[in-house]
């Protein structure tokens, strides 16, 4: 493969999720030779609960990360939230790093007073509002995403990293979703992309992510048979192969630095 020592592959999670969402794809892309790094977004695993969030902040905190670690210009793999904070990386370094993964995400959240909006965000609340909590919600949230086979042990990991998550960190980022819209920064994506849609996902349906890949100069996109909105931990062999192959024919560091 054509990476170079100091080559880091920073993963960014969704609601619900954690660091450890990212264990087969740590051991997957470390064998290849690309050194994984997975973080908790603020508020979720050994982070303390956070009340409230926007984008631009999360943003911050992720190249706060970057910077601290001299992570250079790390390749970014987003899923869901993490892949809208992607996008909001993008926008504020366009040329800060070697490429991108969008997994299963949006260019945007839409009308805050639309009605899918409004029930998308209600169906995800109105358990906690009748006192539910997140470790008795945790496995139906979870099947809830899935497609109809997802590996056991896979889903085992995504309830296991969705119990946990406080109440009002999973309320925070429900709302911090509202009013999100990076469509008209799509265009100005510097770095190659990857589009990775699940072919059961109904929460980012392949027809929208497809859309989204037109708009990004020379983007590429992939849609996963057989999975819904978690394909990293329900089929992680077929997603870490369309990931690592997609990677395989982005530029080296040196040569992405000459075409700058």
């Known amino acids: 493969m054509n990476w170079s020592p100091d080559q880091f592959c920073v993963f960014l999670h969704g609601i ?11 051991a997957s892309f470390a064998r290849a030779g690309i050194r ?29 990360t970057i910077d601290a670690r001299q992570l250079g210009r ?55 509002d009748a006192g539910k909590a997140m470790p008795d919600l945790a496995e139906a949230f979870v099947d809830g995403m899935m497609g109809p086979n997802p590996d056991r042990a896979g889903r085992a990991l995504a309830i296991a990293c969705m119990g946990p998550v406080s109440a009002t960190t999973y309320r925070a980022s429900v709302h911090c979703l509202i009013g999100f819209d990076e469509r008209g920064s799509l265009g100005s994506i510097k770095v190659p992309v990857l589009c990775l849609a ?7 349906p392949p027809a ?29 062999e077929l997603f870490d192969q369309a990931v690592l192959e997609f990677l395989r024919n982005v530029p080296s560091t040196a040569a992405s630095e000459a075409m700058r």
């Open 36 to 64: 994984p790094i997975a973080l908790d977004l603020p508020g979720y695993g050994s982070r303390p609960p956070l009340a409230a969030m926007d984008f631009q902040g999360l943003a911050e905190d992720v190249e706060k």
């Open 208 to 236: 929208m992510m497809e859309r989204m890949a037109a708009k990004i100069p020379g983007a590429r996109y992939v849609c996963l048979a057989g999975v819904g909105h978690l394909p990293n931990v329900e089929a992680p």
């Open 198 to 204: 699940g072919e059961h996902d109904r929460n980012a």
């Open 74 to 128: 790390p390749i970014l793999v987003g899923h869901s939230l993490g892949g809208m904070i992607v996008q909001t990386l993008l926008r504020r370094r366009p040329h800060g790093y070697r490429a991108a993964v969008l997994v299963c995400t949006s260019p945007a959240f839409g009308n805050p007073s639309g009605d899918f909006q409004k029930k998308f965000i209600a169906d995800r609340l109105a358990p906690l």
């Open 16 to 26: 619900g999720g954690s660091a450890k969402i990212w264990a087969a794809q740590e």
